[in-house]
């Protein structure tokens, strides 16, 4: 976890790399039938999960269709993306591929656009009781008009938009899914 997960451990893992490149893995080919550390060790894995099981802490992964849905619904929700690369493009941070083609695309139809901060350009809104904040990707100033580009809708996603353009009307917001997206990179979508 720590190697995957933080800065520090991935550098670590750069630099174990880096000095160990053209070694064989000292554990090259030891199984728990010719090792008796491996033995050992896959013993104590296997008594760990079972009693984890007896005692009801570890369930295993055997889940009703409709249960995965609940979890996959209950994950989007709860998603705060990060997954997108993120790319400077004349001078701005945009988040995917899908923000980085839109933007050469604003360019080179030479329409002015401005990447929205999350900290400053916010939307306000409220859904289920409570407020919540939404910033759009990109703001054409000379048209008025918020883009907010779309590849996947996650979880609320649509709920959210859905409030947002109904608490904030005089928000113009065009939302941008592959369609419109693949329109935009043939030159056929007129703002």
Not at 18 to 39: D, F, M, V
Not at 105 to 127: A, F, H, Q, R, T
Request: glycine content about 8%; charged content about 35%; proline content about 2%.
């Amino acid at each position: 976890m720590w190697r995957a997960h933080t800065e520090e451990g991935k550098l670590h893992g750069k630099i174990v790399g880096a000095l160990n490149k053209g070694r064989p893995s000292h554990r090259k080919g030891l199984t728990k039938e010719n090792s008796e550390e491996i033995r050992k060790t896959s013993e104590k894995v296997k008594n760990t999960v079972r009693r984890k099981v007896l005692e009801g802490i570890f369930v295993p992964n055997i889940m009703s269709k409709e249960a995965r849905r609940k979890l996959s619904v209950d994950q989007s929700i709860r998603n705060r993306g990060g997954k997108c690369k993120w790319f400077e493009y004349n001078g701005q941070k945009v988040q995917g591929t899908w923000e980085l083609n839109v933007a050469k695309k604003l360019d080179e139809m030479n329409i002015k656009w401005k990447k929205l901060s999350s900290k400053k350009d916010v939307i306000g809104y409220v859904l289920n009781g409570k407020e919540k904040s939404y910033t759009p990707d990109f703001y054409l100033e000379e048209y008025k008009l918020y883009l907010e580009i779309k590849g996947y809708w996650w979880g609320n996603d649509k709920e959210k938009m859905q409030a947002v353009r109904e608490q904030a009307p005089e928000k113009n917001i065009l939302i941008i899914e592959k369609e419109q997206y693949k329109k935009i990179l043939r030159n056929e979508l007129v703002w």
